[in-house]
């Protein structure tokens, strides 16, 4: 399906077919998925997939399409302003609210494993001397000072909420999606670090959240 989507717009269902026929007799691939290929019941499961509400892109969950203008430099040419210069506009960019995100994470379960107060931590070493220790982003100084700059702040009357700091840390990355072909995406995506960094490592517990997808830019210069 990658090669049909990624490749010209003449391709067609049958060429799909026939393709899907060609790469069940290559060695690398499975057969248990190529076997039975019909190009017409995938594009019906991409349909549904899209239709259905648990799909996690739904507007539902938050998700947008924006898109974005930058400026760009130009040899040798100097312009009075930023705003002077070319620009391109990349359209089809998806992204999530991070305020969203902050608010989804801290109302779920998985915020009670949270550390909502930082801390300094020290170790006494065999010969008495003391070290400051770093190993989780809540026991950092920057974690500190947030936290003790928005506890500094005036409360307003009948405010008697706990304030903590969300810490984000945001990533990313280029993902290569198969093993032929060009298909490709360039997700960005945030963890918090409330929480545990070697329950961050685990896979299975999910920890990334996704919080943009970057469109691939295909220039063509003349």
Not at 51 to 68: A, M
Not at 162 to 187: I, K, Q, Y
Request: glycine share 4%; charged share 20%.
């Amino acid at each position: 399906m990658a090669w049909h989507y990624l490749g010209t717009n003449s391709n067609s269902g049958v060429n799909v077919n026939r393709l899907a026929e060609f790469l069940s007799s290559d060695p690398h691939c499975s057969l248990a998925h190529l076997s039975g290929f019909n190009f017409m019941r995938e594009m019906k499961l991409f349909d549904k997939y899209i239709e259905d509400k648990s799909n996690p892109f739904q507007e539902e969950y938050g998700w947008r399409q924006s898109t974005v203008k930058i400026q760009l430099p130009k040899e040798k040419t100097k312009f009075p302003s930023e705003a002077d210069a070319p620009e391109l506009e990349i359209t089809g960019v998806h992204h999530r609210s991070l305020t969203d995100i902050i608010t989804h994470v801290f109302e779920s379960d998985v915020s009670q494993s949270f550390n909502m107060t930082p801390f300094n931590q020290f170790w006494t070493t065999p010969d008495h001397q003391t070290v400051r220790v770093f190993g989780e982003a809540y026991a950092s100084p920057a974690l500190m000072e947030a936290y003790e700059e928005i506890n500094a702040l005036p409360l307003d009357p009948g405010d008697n909420l706990e304030r903590v700091v969300a810490s984000l840390m945001v990533w990313s990355d280029a993902t290569h999606l198969a093993n032929f072909g060009d298909a490709s995406l360039w997700p960005f995506y945030v963890y918090f670090g409330n929480q545990s960094k070697y329950t961050r490592g685990k896979p299975t517990a999910r920890a990334s959240r996704h919080l943009a997808y970057i469109p691939t830019v295909r220039l063509v210069f003349h």
